[in-house]
């Protein structure tokens, strides 16, 4: 009983560093201070999500830096209010990254820097609707001009890893920082110019943050990414059905934040999951029978057979909500 509580107070003393951002059109803003009430509430709720999480899962030894949380209060979306837990620490975020070309793909549609053709669109709804890492592949070959194959000289290498480097300069010139999105997604492993532009440790993978991802998915459910009409689009092949039990530790509805909403009318659900040997993510945007609208995104390392994780901290969420000013 003595170690259960210092754990516990370990925890809670480990929460209380967390803080609260806001955020609107996805730029960090100073809060007012008539919404500071609402954004502690706000964090002492994903505090408690945290808690009961890591305490759920402490016989299967989940640690604390191997989960972390962002939470997106989407009440009023010209307001929207955040909160996490290690929102900012990086992570490799298996096939969510997907959800970062799909925006890229979309603003490059815009500006007509690439064509929209039958093949392009057939591989956006494969990335995200399957999670197919070759149409994920192809995406970023055209997008960013490069195609993977045998080992290049050094300055052709060079030159090459900066086009790999397009869709990373169009987030960073939107704000986004603490991301690296320019490694295609495989079944398997990397070869040849995609494998030497990884790095020989790995040091070039993806990473993605809570706090990032959850802002991109905030950008496109409130019609904010590229132009409304585009982020509609995004939404349509973001849409889950989250209905029915589903034993695929891959489905995106039914094996991640969806199951938290399993037996629940009238909810709605869009999504993006990553999952590896190691890793298990979801970012999900929900709009509630009771007017509640929330993204989550909730990553998580080391456990990624563990399906009951990111939902245990949904379900908090969910409940939770409700209690807010």
Known sequence: MKLK???????????????????????????PSDIIESERTLQSLVDQATRTTLEKFADKNLKQDQL?????????PQRPVTASYRGNERIYPASV?????????????????????????????????????????????????????????PKEMEKWQHQRNAVNRYFTSIGYTNINVNQKTFCEDAYGRESVSRGPKGENRNKLTTDATARLMMEIATGKSVTPQRSAQMMELLKRDYSNKSKDAEDQGRGFTGIALAGSEGARLWSKAGWTSTTRHDVAYIELPDGNKFVLATFTTDHANEREIIPTVARVVISGLKDLR
């Open 97 to 153: 990254v997907k959800l970062f070309y799909l925006a890229a793909a979309h603003r490059w549609l815009e500006d007509k820097t690439i064509a929209d053709t039958p093949e392009l669109r057939r591989s956006l709804k494969d990335m995200i609707v399957d999670s197919s890492n070759e149409a994920t592949q192809y995406i970023l070959d055209v997008v960013t001009h490069t195609t993977g194959g045998y080992e290049l000289l």
């Open 68 to 76: 972390s949380i962002t939470l997106i209060d989407l009440r009023e």
């Open 5 to 31: 509580s210092n754990l516990t107070l370990a925890i809670a003393c480990f929460l209380s560093i967390s803080i609260c951002l806001t955020a609107s059109g996805g730029e960090s803003t100073q809060p």
